[in-house]
C-alpha cells in the first residue's frame, strides 16, 4: 500500500467551506415598478419577465394594496367620466 501523506512538503489544505456566495438580501422593487406592474397587470398587457420580476423581488401586500388603490381610482374614474356626460348630455 502507497503512503497518502504529503511528502512534497505543502501542507494540506484545510477543509474548505462551501465557497458559495453569501445569500444577497432579497430586493424589493422600487415604487414606480409596482405602480407600473399593477397598472400593465390592470389593464391585461404585463409581460412575463417583469411578472416574474415581481414574484420573486416583490411583496404580496404592497401589490395587493396597489391593487385596490388602482381599482378604486379607476373605478372613480369611470364614474366621474359618467357623470361628465350625464349631466352635459341634459
Same mark, same amino acid.
Given at each position: ?26 430586493? &424589493?422593487? %422600487?415604487? +414606480? ?7 400593465? *397587470? #390592470? =389593464?391585461?398587457?404585463? &409581460?412575463? %419577465?417583469? +411578472? ?7 411583496? *404580496? #401586500? =404592497? ?28
Amino acid at each position: 500500500m502507497q503512503d497518502k501523506r504529503h511528502t512534497d512538503g505543502d501542507a494540506p489544505e484545510p477543509h474548505k467551506r462551501d465557497e458559495e456566495s453569501p445569500e444577497e438580501p432579497p430586493r &424589493s422593487l %422600487k415604487p +414606480r415598478q409596482i405602480i407600473s406592474s399593477v397598472f400593465a *397587470a #390592470g =389593464l391585461g398587457v404585463q &409581460s412575463s %419577465k417583469n +411578472r416574474e420580476r415581481d414574484f420573486t423581488e416583490g411583496n *404580496a #401586500g =404592497l401589490f395587493i394594496i396597489a391593487g385596490l388603490v388602482f381599482t378604486a381610482l379607476f373605478i372613480g374614474g369611470v364614474y366621474l367620466v359618467v357623470q361628465v356626460v350625464l349631466k352635459t348630455a341634459v
